[in-house]
């Protein structure tokens, strides 16, 4: 899949665009000469992806965020130059697909500069890592007891939050479901 993304890349001649919708946001560890408000329309942002290695462990799996089909999400755009690109692409993919479980789509995100199409990572509904809706026993359960190689995830949870908030973007269930761990007692309100 990386090849088939290089090559799709390659072939526009362009910069390379990455739609950010998680830990993108609040940790790109790469560096980008633009970054963007961005929506994309007909995919959502969830907290229903199985991690096994990054916020979980095959023993205890966790959650991190996925774009699924249906509805719109915001987030940021980022440019990173071409020449960059060639080292920034299998950085990230060995970040974001070290169990190759997301399906990366070129998606159009709508920015201040107009359309812009940028590489997204999303989740099939299909997918063996798709958790479907999870109760809250469940959902509290994995905020108290699972961690992966990146840390918690209720770390990762809170820390999105707070990196949409500072681009001034409000996930709702994102944010119910931080109020609900701060509930619980497993955090402090952010």
């Not at 999105?160 to 007692?185: K, S």
Request: charged share 20%; hydrophobic share 40%.
């Amino acid at each position: 899949m990386l090849q088939r993304t290089a090559a799709e890349w390659r072939s526009g001649g362009d910069d390379l665009l990455l739609f950010a919708y998680g830990s993108l946001i609040w940790r790109p560890d790469f560096e980008y000469a633009q970054v963007l408000p961005a929506r994309v329309r007909g995919f959502h942002r969830v907290l229903r992806m199985r991690s096994r290695v990054n916020r979980g462990s095959p023993q205890q799996p966790g959650l991190v965020l996925a774009l699924v089909s249906g509805g719109s999400c915001r987030g940021l755009v980022y440019r990173v130059p071409r020449a960059a690109g060639e080292a920034v692409l299998p950085q990230l993919w060995a970040r974001e697909m070290p169990n190759g479980v997301y399906e990366p789509r070129w998606l159009n995100c709508d920015t201040p500069a107009g359309r812009q199409r940028a590489l997204a990572f999303t989740l099939s509904r299909q997918s063996p890592n798709w958790t479907g809706p999870l109760h809250e026993p469940e959902l509290l359960h994995i905020f108290r007891h699972a961690q992966g190689r990146y840390g918690t995830t209720l770390d990762y949870l809170l820390r999105t939050v707070q990196g949409l908030r500072e681009h001034g973007i409000c996930d709702a269930e994102l944010e119910r479901q931080a109020r609900l761990a701060a509930h619980h007692g497993l955090c402090a309100p952010l």
